[in-house]
Nanobody, 121 residues
Framework: QVQLVESGGGLVQAGGSLRLSCAAS????????MGWFRQAPGKEREFVAA????????DYADSVKGRFTIFRDNAKNTVYLQMNSLKVEDTAVYYC??????????????WGQGTQVTVSS
């Protein structure tokens, strides 16, 4: 079982930046693709970004491409999401997930509790 704990959410003005962190409690962190998803009120959870096991391959939703960067530190069992040029529509609860499959946008089996990101205009 993998336990994931997100942190770094908060309130920021439009155009600002936040960095989310997700710490994983597992000895096999490198065996997982790691991803970030988000869920806004009244909407379904949607894919944001994912990173491969070595950190060399990444995938982004079109809505965040060029503004968000996902990266991981395998020595610290942690995945990050650097969010720049934030928009009001980025407001959501952000979740990280671990994925033992070879797909970047599906196959996640463990999730964190989520961290709230609120972007004000």
């Amino acid at each position: 079982q993998v336990q994931l704990v997100e942190s770094g959410g908060g309130l920021v003005q439009a155009g600002g930046s936040l960095r989310l962190s997700c710490a994983a409690s597992t000895e096999t962190f490198m065996s997982y693709i790691m991803g970030w998803f988000r869920q806004a009120p009244g909407k379904e959870r949607e894919f944001v970004a994912a990173i491969g096991r070595s950190g060399k391959t990444v995938d982004y939703a079109d809505s965040v491409k060029g503004r968000f960067t996902i990266f991981r530190d395998n020595a610290k069992n942690t995945v990050y999401l650097q969010m720049n040029s934030l928009k009001v529509e980025d407001t959501a609860v952000y979740y990280c997930g671990s994925n033992p499959s070879y797909k970047f946008r599906s196959g996640y089996n463990y999730w964190g509790q989520g961290t709230q990101v609120t972007v004000s205009s």
